[in-house]
Structure formats: C-alpha cells, structure tokens
C-alpha cells in the first residue's frame, strides 16, 4: 500500500524505532566512524568492492546517518530511486555538472533561470573546454537547433526565476531522448507537489531545499533525485569536491519536510489569490503568475502543475523611486532574496542586483520589478498590506 504525499512527508525515509526511544531523527554529530577491528574494516571493504548499499558509515564527506535519512525521505517524495544531499543548491548544481560533463563535451541551457546557475556554465565550465548554448524557453524548434553530437546535457528551471516562464517538459524530455542526451531539471520553484518531473522522464530533478523544502528560512542545502545509477556517478564526485550538507541541517530539512504538503498548498492559495488582486490593480502594470490565464505559459502550466507556486513577479506602474517606496510601506513581508519559507519574502530585484542602472538595463531587469515569495500568512491580511502600499503611490 502505498501512502499519500502527505503521510509520506512525515513518516518515509525514517526508522519506527529510533536510538533512545526517541520519536525524533537524532542529529549524528561526528567526522568519523571507527571499526572494531581490521575484520571489521576488511568486511566493509568486501561490500564496497562488490558495490553494495552501504552498511555502515565510514566518513563524514561520503555519509551521515542524518543526512541519509533526509536523502531518503527527498527520494520518496518525489518519486525517485535516490537522493543526494549537497551543502547549497548551488553546490547540488555545480557537483552534478561536473560530474557528467567532461572536456569537450555541450551543455544546452533554458536560458531564463538563476542567474548563478547561467554564470557557472557561462564563465567555469567554459574554461574547461565545456560549452554551453543558451535557448530560450518557449521555443522547442531552438532546442533542437541547439543539440550537437558533443550535447551530453540539457538543464532548465521551471518555473523559472523572475519571469515563472514554464518548459513543456514532455516536448523537452522527446528531444533529448531522440539524441540520448540527459536531461536535469532544476524544480525548486514548483516543489514535489505542484510538478512531477520524474514522471515525464526527465533523469534528473535537483532543488534549492534552502527554499520550499526546507521551507523555514533556516538553512542552505540542496539535492538531486535520479536513478540509482546516475546518482551513484554524482556521488563519487560529491565525496572529492566535498560539499556534503551537515547534520543539523539535514535534522532541520527532515524537520521542515513534515509540513511541505501543508505548507505548499497555502502557499498556492496566497500566489493565486495575491496575483489575481495585483492584476486588478491600477498602480500594477504587469503581473507574472503562471496561474493567470493572461501569463503566457498559462496553458501548458494547467496541463503540467497541480498548483502554480507561492511567487508571484509584478511591475509597478512607475520607475525604481516609486517601486522602492512600494516596499518600503509594506509591512507585511521581509524584504530579501529568497523564497518558500513560512514567511512572506520580498525584493525590487533591481535594487539587489546593481547599483548602476545600466548594468541593471543589459542585463534586462528592469527598475520596476517586484518579486514577491508568498508565506504562509493569511491571503486577506496580505492583500490588505499591498493595498495600503499601492494606494496613492
Ligand atoms: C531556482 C534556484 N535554483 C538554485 C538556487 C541556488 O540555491 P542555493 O541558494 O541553495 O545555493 C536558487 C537560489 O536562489 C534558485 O532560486
């Protein structure tokens, strides 16, 4: 039998029966694991040469009863053979990447995603002999265009980063299976509730846990969910760089990953609900919500998503001067760059970015945009907020 997402949030991936009798995953604090005797380290070393899931552990960079249990529970959740737990999204994204791609090899990247994802391709793989074509979201004919015998990956957000632009994944996973090429999809804007990539075929799904998964803005962590056999390469590779993540917040992941189901619908609700209120607003000039009919993904959004996602991207009718006072009269939400906590999280993404307009007017971000990370905090009391801040601005 099988259980709902719900039940598995909370349960899967733990032992019944914990140390002590505790009901809680025991945060395991230690570098190492000592053997009994040179037995006990020759048996060990029979099952790592026979390849077997390990038995014990052996070092903190390979493994960490906490952090396993964590990997496990990630696993379940969205659907995977295994999980791998990284000390950042970043470090998830930069692992895998190296990883599976090798000098010479072509990486094709949807070009609207985060920003440092792009300028890892951009300026460290190229550096090792790694190119990279960048294609647009919306344009399959591009991507197609853009695959070379070299092309070992295809990596893309979805929903992206500002814009929520969304891939159609079933199209995407059909190219890159036709040129047997991997495919890896960055979902930490969607969560293992609102998309299922694994399910479309796509090999790899890595996520920021920092945000939805770890959902209280108190750590940094990332993992990649894959088949068992793919995983394993990432992993050997994780235990030479070494951005393994830390007991504590892997206790804090399994933690925060008990309410996910709880946590993402409220979210769904207050990004529905906030965007549809801004769209209807005068001091508003444009909103981007991949549940409004009028986003351009909306479509294949429905199709693909079982809910939209607690962001909602917006500009202010006006220029940076008035967007600023926008957010400096909101009451409500923390003003910062992240998301998919339990609090509401929001920034004029230019502000953040540069200090010279037009760095900020190359790179395409314009003055007036708003990106608001939607908490948990009730719809009525955050659209009230929004009122009062857009009234007479
Ligand atoms: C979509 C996306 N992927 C990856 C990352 C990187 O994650 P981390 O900050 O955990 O390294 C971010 C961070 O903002 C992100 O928004």
């Not at 694994?198 to 750590?219: P, R, W």
């Not at 933690?255 to 979210?267: A, E, P, S, Y």
Request: aromatic residues 8%.
């Amino acid at each position: 039998m099988t259980d709902h997402f719900s039940t598995q949030a909370v349960h899967a991936g733990e032992d019944k029966r914990k140390p002590y009798g505790a009901l809680t995953t025991p945060i395991i604090k230690t570098s190492t694991y000592t053997f009994e005797n040179t037995a006990e380290i020759l048996d060990f070393m029979r099952h790592k040469a026979a390849g077997d899931q390990p038995v014990r552990n052996e070092y903190g960079r390979y493994s960490n009863p906490t952090q396993s249990v964590a990997e496990r529970k990630i696993a379940i959740l969205e659907g995977g053979e295994r999980a791998l737990l990284f000390a950042s999204g970043m470090c998830a994204i930069t692992t895998t990447m190296l990883a599976l791609l090798s000098s010479g090899d072509h990486l094709v990247m949807v070009s609207d995603c985060y920003h440092r994802t792009r300028e890892f391709a951009l300026t460290f793989l190229s550096r090792w002999g790694i190119e990279t074509t960048l294609v647009p979201v919306d344009e399959p004919a591009a991507l197609t265009a853009a695959i070379r015998p070299a092309t070992r990956l295809i990596f893309a957000e979805t929903p992206t980063n500002p814009y929520l632009r969304v891939l159609d994944l079933s199209r995407t996973v059909e190219v890159a299976r036709r040129h047997n090429i991997i495919t890896m999809i960055d979902s930490t804007f969607a969560t293992p509730i609102n998309l299922r990539p694994l399910e479309y075929g796509v090999d790899l799904v890595i996520h920021s846990a920092t945000k939805y998964l770890g959902g209280h803005n108190d750590l940094l962590a990332g993992v990649v969910i894959g088949s068992s056999e793919v995983v394993a390469r990432i992993e050997k590779a994780r235990g030479v760089l070494g951005g393994v993540s830390n007991p504590h917040d892997a206790y804090l992941l399994i933690r925060g990953l008990k309410t996910i189901d709880l946590r993402v619908h409220r979210q769904n609700e207050n990004g529905q609900h906030v965007a549809q209120f801004l769209e209807g607003h005068p001091a508003v000039r444009r909103v981007y919500y991949p549940g409004l009919p009028s986003h351009p993904d909306h479509e294949i959004a429905r199709q693909q998503m079982s809910g939209f996602g607690g962001v909602v991207s917006f500009e202010i009718e006006g220029d940076f001067e008035k967007t600023r006072r926008f957010i400096d009269r909101l009451r409500l939400p923390y003003i910062g760059p992240t998301l998919g906590g339990v609090e509401s999280v929001i920034e004029q993404i230019a502000a953040l970015f540069s200090l010279d307009p037009a760095e900020r007017q190359q790179a395409g971000i314009k003055d007036n945009l708003v990106r608001y990370a939607l908490g948990i905090e009730n719809a009525e009391d955050l659209i009230a907020d929004l009122d009062q801040a857009l009234a007479g601005l």
